[in-house]
Structures are given as structure tokens and as C-alpha cells.
């Protein structure tokens, strides 16, 4: 039953495409068990290829490497790939939160790992009653919209098939079919506001509604769609109202989003911090889109001071936002996952895989295809570099400043034009020119797509 609903989760989200390879995170613990157990039953009718990840953090001493070991042996019984890394203890003794600093080392292991693997997709197994913790947690931190998207069943290669499964459907599973795992002594610990939620609020919330734990997960999924649905429509109504001003300023013209409702119109200038920022919201709050909003709004002069020195004023009806001098960098860098995207100072980016019968569009400049087996590893978005260069047809190579001056590019502009890059070279310029690395032929059965969205310029 359960492996059928999951299957049907995967298929219904299309999370990991037929044929392809995916690295499944194995902690040991029961839900990471299962979700091996699960995608290995369903490999050969999907041609999967999996492989095991695991990452010892090194908290727990002797149980943490009995764990490493136990993953290695069920990764062998299953006659899988298997990697894994033991943290530098050291790792935990500077300030910060240990937790944070664990999924940012855990991801990038993991992230690692499928690349070298050749997988296109990362399985966790987060699950319903994760999903449901993350979501009250937010609730009583006074979370915006955003947070209250909770966890998404897909983050780029990241995916999640577990995530509309209970716990306790995962835990029948895991008895009926006498599977083994490891129990991580601290999850029953008080000390963190997680472990309370799981062991102490959602029993209650159990008693007074049944299933209680799924139910929030499921609205906490309606949350993340409309939450969605609001931020692609911000960015259209940025899109339409922006302009570059003279240096690193950009400018809103707030004449025709006044009359937007106030939900909206935070949206949209949350979107516009996304934007002059890199795509990075670290340390902006609802406070700040709530000020610039007073400001654009009222008799209010301003300005808004935003982290980093960062800063909003109005003049007139058009708000000008100035970026810290760390947003103001020349040089950039963006991981992009396939599928996925990724904001930059020039715009955003999106990336597909095309699906079989997709018609594809190869008039528009802003949008491109690549052929998935010759595109190279470790695509990055970034900003031009010295010795950077570009396969072009008739030419071939040729210097990417040379390409610039050629297209006369605007010297003021140059440092802001994203390149897509991979480990085979430039395969893009967004707007300007598609490299000849990896075309598209009748013969290529996996095909990527592309869509650059850049920021309006006078």
C-alpha cells in the first residue's frame, strides 16, 4: 500500500524522472531506511539509478560511526553505491548554530557526491510529521508567507517523496517488513523547540484530531502553492515597473502598484530585495518590506536602512534601491540545479528538463537547450572572468570580453551579464549568444532548458 502511494507521490510530482540517477541520504534512522527500501522496489520499473550518501557528523561518538557503519552494510546488502564523510569534530566548537552549520556541510557533501554519481536528484527523507514540526515551529516565530511554505517537496536536484507520508505509516511499513535501523538517542531530547513540538504538541493535537500532523502538512503545501502564485506575480509587476538608474541603484515606479492590495505590493518589494541582492534574503525581514511600503505610501522621506548598509529612498513616485557595498560586487556566482533556479544582480534564470513531445522554442535569445549528456558538470551561473571564452559557429572560439566589444556592450553593463558555465566551458550568454557546446540534435533523448528573465535597464 505504502509503496504504492509513494510511487504514485513520485509520479504525480514528477521528482525523479524515468532513467535517471538519484543519491539517496541515509542516516540510519528509520524514515531514511524506508525511503531507501521504498526507491529500491521501485528502481527497476522506473530505471533508476541509486547510489547511498551518508554523512557522520561526529556529535555522538562511537554511535555516530556504528551508524556510518550500518549504512555501509545495508548500502552493500543492496549492492549500491556508497559514500561518505566523517565531519572534523572540530567543526562544532566555533560559535554559530551547530544545527545550521550541519545541514549547510551535510548538503554540500551530498551535492558532491550526486555530481560525481551522475545523479540529477537528492532523496531525503523528510515526512509529513517533519513537515507539520517545521510549520508550528515557524507559527509561534512569527514566520511571513514565505516560511510558511514549510518545507517544498522539491529544491532544486533536492527531492522528497516521504513528504505527504506519516510518521507512523512509515514506522508500520518499516515493522511489516522486518526492516532494521538506528535510533539517534538524541531525538527524544528536550532541548531543542523541534524535539518539544514532536514529542510534546503534536501527541495533543493528535488527540484532538486524528491525522493531525498530515492535515497541517497538506495546508502547509496550499501555503507554499499560494505563496508561490504571489511571488511569480510580484515578479511580473517588478519586471514591468523597474529601471536601472546610473550607477547600482535600481528604481520602482511605484505609480501603478500603489493601488495594489498591501499583500502584493510587500511582495513585490520583497522580490526587489531578492533581486538586488543576489537572490539572497539573509537577514530581511517582514519589518523591512512593511517600512519601504510606508514609504512608498505616505509623505515619508526616508530612507530605509536595510543590513549590509543597504538602503531604500523615494523620490517622487519612483523608489530607489540602493545596494550594500556587498550586493554592489562585481564578481558573482550561483550553483544551478537542473531543474531549478537561481537569482543573480542581472536577473534570474530558470532550468528544465525538456519532456519527451515538449516543443522547443529556438527564436527567443533568452531562452536555450542543451543536450543533458554533453552539458558538461557543475553549472554555474557567474559574472565574466579573464580568460573566459566562447565556441561560437563560423568563429569558434573567442574571447568573451572580445564578444562584448563586438556586441558593444556598454562597459558599465559587462560585469552584470550572467554566463552559464559548466565544466566543458561557457555554454551560454543569456541574450547575447549560445555556444556551440552541447547542441541539440534529432538524436538527444535528454534535452535541458533554459529561460533567462532580466532586470529592465533605461
Avoid at 524515468?18 to 529500491?40: N, R, T, Y
Wanted: aromatic content about 6%; proline content about 4%; hydrophobic content about 45%.
Amino acid at each position: 500500500m505504502l509503496l504504492r502511494e509513494i510511487g504514485q507521490f513520485i509520479r504525480s510530482r514528477v521528482l525523479i524522472p524515468e532513467g535517471s540517477g538519484v543519491l539517496v541520504a541515509v542516516s540510519g534512522g528509520v524514515d531514511s531506511v524506508v525511503l531507501l527500501h521504498v526507491l529500491s522496489r521501485l528502481a527497476n520499473k522506473h530505471r533508476w539509478r541509486l547510489a547511498v550518501g551518508h554523512v557522520n557528523h561526529a556529535m555522538r561518538g562511537e554511535a555516530a560511526d556504528e551508524d556510518e557503519a550500518f549504512v555501509r552494510d545495508l548500502a552493500a546488502t543492496l549492492k549500491l553505491p556508497f559514500r561518505s564523510v566523517r565531519l572534523d569534530p572540530e567543526l562544532w566548537k566555533s560559535p554559530g548554530n551547530k544545527q545550521e552549520k550541519a545541514r549547510r556541510e551535510r548538503y554540500r557533501w551530498l551535492r558532491t557526491w550526486a555530481k560525481e554519481e551522475r545523479c540529477e536528484s537528492i532523496a531525503t527523507a523528510h515526512q509529513a510529521d517533519d513537515q507539520a514540526e517545521t510549520e508550528l515551529d515557524r507559527l509561534i516565530r512569527g514566520t511571513g508567507l514565505d516560511g510558511l511554505g514549510g518545507i517544498p517537496v522539491r529544491q532544486g536536484c533536492i527531492v522528497r517523496p516521504l513528504l505527504e507520508t506519516p510518521r507512523a505509516a512509515i514506522l508500520d511499513y518499516a515493522q511489516f517488513k522486518k526492516l532494521a535501523w538506528r535510533e539517534d538517542a538524541t531525538n527524544a531530547a528536550l532541548a531543542y523547540t523541534r524535539s518539544r513540538i514532536r514529542h510534546e504538541v503534536l501527541p495533543v493535537l493528535e488527540t484532538l484530531r486524528a491525522g493531525a500532523a498530515e492535515r497541517i502538512a497538506q495546508a502547509t503545501e496550499r501555503l507554499a502553492e499560494a505563496g508561490e502564485a504571489l511571488r511569480a506575480a510580484a515578479a511580473i509587476l517588478l519586471q514591468q515597473n523597474l529601471t536601472q538608474g546610473v550607477g547600482a541603484e535600481w528604481r520602482v515606479d511605484t505609480e501603478r502598484l500603489l493601488s495594489l492590495p498591501i499583500g502584493l505590493r510587500l511582495a513585490i518589494w520583497r522580490e526587489a530585495l531578492r533581486l538586488m541582492r543576489g537572490g539572497a534574503l539573509r537577514r530581511i525581514s517582514a519589518a523591512h518590506c512593511y517600512a519601504i511600503d510606508h514609504l512608498a505610501t505616505s509623505n515619508a522621506m526616508g530612507p530605509v536602512a536595510l543590513p549590509d548598509d543597504g538602503r531604500v529612498e523615494r523620490a517622487g513616485g519612483t523608489l530607489i534601491f540602493y545596494p550594500s557595498p556587498e550586493d554592489n560586487g562585481a564578481s558573482y556566482e550561483f550553483e544551478l540545479d537542473i531543474p531549478g533556479d537561481v537569482a543573480f544582480p542581472g536577473g534570474s534564470l530558470m532550468s528544465w528538463r525538456a519532456s519527451e513531445g515538449e516543443e522547443l522554442v529556438f527564436t527567443d535569445p533568452n531562452q536555450a537547450y542543451f543536450d543533458a549528456e554533453a552539458m558538461g558538470e557543475a553549472i554555474v551561473v557567474r559574472s565574466r572572468r579573464a580568460g573566459d571564452w566562447i565556441a561560437l559557429p563560423k568563429v569558434g572560439r573567442k574571447s568573451v570580453a572580445r564578444l562584448f566589444s563586438d556586441l558593444k556592450v556598454p562597459h558599465s553593463h559587462r560585469d552584470r551579464i550572467p554566463l552559464v558555465v559548466s565544466s566543458v566551458g561557457v555554454l551560454w550568454a543569456p541574450g547575447l549568444r549560445r555556444s556551440q557546446l552541447a547542441m541539440v540534435t534529432e538524436k538527444n533523448h535528454r534535452i535541458v532548458g533554459m529561460k533567462f528573465c532580466r532586470k529592465l535597464s533605461k
